[in-house]
């Protein structure tokens, strides 16, 4: 599947007082769009899970009760991050929890933290490569591309 990037400006028509806007021309994208900003999702996501494990250090003295398991606690609902949070910032003091519940990391909430944990779910589990893009992306990694 080829991406494609909008050229500006679109044009527009009026139809019965109303202006309606379409796009006037469409072109691919280097493929390489498509990873850069997975790799940027992930790098945002990992910082936010970092600032989750730093958070517990600090709460338990270095001495986190689950230190494999813990990650920013972020949910689909308010419902869903009420019953979770516990668990991804076990150890974690009432502040901690208050400046994080502050945030509203779910749906309907803080709808930009949430995109970002969506996207990045997305982007690991649906993200299908083919040959070429692999290569690009493992030349990359390696400092070749």
């Known amino acids: 599947m080829a991406l ?8 527009s028509i009026q139809i019965q007082k109303k202006i309606i806007y379409y796009v006037s021309s469409v072109e691919t994208i280097p493929e390489a769009i498509p990873l850069v900003a997975g ?4 790098n945002l996501m990992s910082a936010l899970d970092h600032l989750a494990y730093q958070l517990v250090c600090s709460d338990t003295g270095d001495n986190p009760p689950n230190p494999n398991w813990i990650y920013f606690p972020i949910s689909d609902d308010a419902s869903k991050y009420r019953q979770k949070k516990s668990g991804k910032i076990a150890g974690a003091a009432q502040a901690t929890f208050d400046a994080i519940d502050g945030l509203k990391p779910y749906k309907g909430g803080n709808d930009l933290i949430w995109k970002l944990y969506r996207l990045n779910n997305i982007e690991k589990h649906r993200l299908l490569l083919n040959k070429e893009q692999f290569e690009l992306l493992r030349r990359r990694r390696e400092g070749f591309g």
Request: glycine share 0%; no cysteine; hydrophobic share 60%.
């Open 4 to 11: 494609a990037l909008i050229k500006l400006p679109l044009k």
């Open 39 to 42: 790799d940027a999702i992930q």
